[in-house]
């Protein structure tokens, strides 16, 4: 089985990248090097890339790791049917955390962490 990347995680400096979509000058699937890695909340990058272009503020999610290239499409793929399973409200959580699978309220918080709270607050004396 080969090692799956953690596709969240910084990549760092010398690192060969993959563009996964269309940059300025730069094609998708053009390979790549990270010549520098900066950012702290918003992780981008300078990419020197095979044709020749040198993008500097390189998005995190512009790029990926070229030997992860196959498992970025499948994590996509993945989110895109979450997403999608979500939107026809159907949950693909196999947890037991005894939560309905729709929202009870605007906000999605389950009733019962509503109930739990209000209980809490009227021990405490706490009114609203």
């Not at 044709?51 to 998005?59: A, D, P, Q």
């Not at 026809?88 to 009870?104: L, Q, W």
């Not at 309220?105 to 389950?110: D, S």
Request: charged share 25%; hydrophobic share 40%.
């Amino acid at each position: 089985m080969a090692k799956t990347v953690d596709l969240q995680n910084r990549i760092r400096s010398g690192a060969k990248v993959k563009a996964t979509v269309d940059l300025p000058g730069v094609p998708m699937g053009t390979k790549g090097k990270v010549a520098l890695s900066n950012g702290v909340t918003w992780l981008r990058y300078w990419v020197r890339f095979d044709n020749g272009e040198l993008l500097s503020h390189v998005n995190h999610d512009d790029i990926v790791i070229a030997r992860a290239w196959d498992q970025y499409f499948v994590e996509k793929q993945r989110a895109a049917e979450a997403a999608e399973a979500a939107a026809a409200g159907v949950t693909t959580d196999s947890g037991g955390g005894g939560a309905s699978a729709g929202a009870d309220n605007a906000f999605g918080v389950p009733q019962y962490l509503l109930d739990r709270t209000k209980a809490a607050l009227e021990k405490a004396g706490v009114s609203r």
